[in-house]
């Protein structure tokens, strides 16, 4: 069955720290995709990251850097020098590709990592 | 222009009340999806459009009932809701939806549902 686990329900730095969000994952499709989103007190889920699993680079933006490890089923989510501004909720979530009583495409969920930078 | 607008942004009504919710998106995408959020929960799938049919219904009750006009717009019509509907109403859409689907979602603002 597919599943997203985040494992971590709450995390608290302090800001400049660097901090690791976990994400794993299972899956019974061959052909799916990761995503990350953020979404801060204001409610509105923002975009971070897509990748798929053919492609095993991690991949660096600014201060955020994602790791991808399909022989651990990981995507784990990492922010350099943390800043206040970082604190929100962040969701790691699955679509899978193949279609499962009308599922393909759908995003499952992890319970969401609370971050709260504090200056 | 990466935006998907949601209004109104609160919206508090009684049991008896009908409501609607309006979700925009002018980005071309042809795939639109209405999910509810309660607090401390992830988003839960309740509706997916794709090129204007109602592809997916997760067993959401009749109260809820959507409504797409045009591969633009959005709407979710309520009608005799409960307190336990209240939560954040979240609208997002996609370049495209169904089989080998990859594309990410991009969300609006929400609407935050008080049922008294």
């Known amino acids: 069955a597919q599943k997203v686990t985040q494992a971590q329900t709450e995390i608290s730095v302090v800001e400049k720290e660097d901090v690791t969000l976990d994400c794993v994952y299972e899956?019974?499709?061959?052909?799916?995709?990761l995503f990350w989103y953020k979404q801060p007190p204001s409610g509105e889920l923002v975009f971070l990251i897509r990748?798929?699993?053919?492609?095993?680079q991690n991949e660096i933006s600014g201060r955020y850097s994602w790791n991808f490890q399909k022989s651990t089923s990981s995507f784990n989510f990492t922010i350099t020098a943390s800043q206040v501004v970082d604190s929100a909720v962040y969701f790691c979530?699955?679509?899978?590709?193949?279609?499962?009583?009308?599922?393909?495409?759908?995003?499952?969920f992890g319970k969401g990592t609370k971050l709260s930078v504090k200056p | 222009d990466t935006e998907v607008t949601q209004t109104p942004k609160h919206l508090v009504m009684g049991m008896t009340n009908k409501k609607s919710l309006k979700c925009e998106q002018h980005m071309g995408h042809r795939a639109m999806y209405w999910y509810k959020q309660k607090a401390k929960k992830p988003p839960e799938l309740m509706f997916v459009?794709?090129?204007?049919?109602?592809?997916i219904n997760e067993s959401v009750p009749s109260r809820f009932s959507p409504e797409c006009p045009n591969s633009s717009l959005l709407n979710l019509h309520l009608h005799a809701l409960q307190p336990e509907d209240s939560a954040l109403y979240l609208c997002a859409s996609s370049q495209e939806g169904g089989t080998g689907t990859y594309n990410e979602q991009f969300f609006g603002p929400g609407t935050r549902l008080t049922v008294l």
């Open positions: 899956t019974r499709d061959t052909t799916y995709y």
């Open positions: 990748r798929n699993s053919f492609d095993e």
């Open positions: 979530a699955l679509s899978e590709a193949e279609d499962y009583g009308g599922s393909q495409g759908n995003l499952i």
């Open positions: 459009y794709s090129y204007e049919k109602l592809s």
